[in-house]
């Protein structure tokens, strides 16, 4: 664990200004999809493209969270965090399938960009949406105080920083891009 020091430096601020972005954006591609014209094949690649790039920095998240965040709240002892650790996994697995059932969707709906593959890909997109925005809220709720007493603030930033590894310039601005707009 940190020192005293350290732990007092994590600022849970930059978590939950994060869990803002990803809710909106997530939101925000819900109805970007919706708003594609059946047939429409440029337009239905252009949202494609972003829906893929948001629910890549999603995916990519969660798992600088699994491999960076959770093993420093697990102890020798079975403690809150220890439960709520199991839970985070879980959740992110589901979370996973979820996923790859929005990357089927897209696919199809790129193939071949009709009203039905669109409302497939779109309903995907919500109950991935609900499903993440409830992970978020217990993220919130029952972790985000252990990493407040436990972390330190690089701890957060190699978060951030394995969560856009081996990412491409572009893909990094973008991202960056979401984070500045409300």
């Known amino acids: 664990m940190t020192t005293a020091t350290d732990r007092r430096s994590f600022d849970s601020r930059r978590v939950f200004r994060l869990h803002v972005v990803f809710r909106r954006e997530l939101s925000r591609n819900v109805d970007l999809v919706r708003a594609?014209?059946?047939?429409?094949?440029?337009?239905?690649?252009v949202v494609a493209?972003?829906?893929?790039?948001?629910?890549?920095?999603?995916?990519?998240?969660?798992?600088?969270e699994d491999a960076l965040l959770w093993p420093k709240l697990v102890g020798d002892r079975p403690s809150e965090?220890?439960?709520?650790?199991?839970?985070?996994?879980?959740?992110?697995?589901?979370?996973?399938?979820?996923?790859?059932?929005?990357?089927?969707?897209i696919l199809a709906w790129e193939d071949e960009p009709t009203e039905h593959r669109r409302e497939m890909l779109a309903d995907a997109l919500q109950h991935f949406s609900n499903a993440y925005g409830e992970h978020i809220c217990a993220t919130e709720l029952f972790l985000v105080p252990l990493l407040e007493r436990f972390l330190c603030a690089a701890d957060w930033t190699d978060v951030i920083r394995q969560g856009v590894a081996?990412?491409?310039?572009?893909?990094?601005?973008?991202?960056?891009?979401?984070?500045r707009l409300p």
């Open 81 to 105: 965090a220890d439960i709520m650790v199991d839970v985070m996994h879980r959740q992110h697995r589901a979370l996973d399938a979820m996923s790859l059932g929005v990357q089927g969707a």
């Open 49 to 64: 493209d972003r829906v893929r790039m948001v629910d890549n920095a999603v995916y990519r998240h969660n798992c600088a």
């Open 36 to 45: 594609v014209a059946a047939n429409d094949r440029d337009r239905a690649q």
């Open 166 to 179: 081996h990412s491409d310039p572009e893909t990094i601005t973008a991202l960056a891009g979401l984070l």
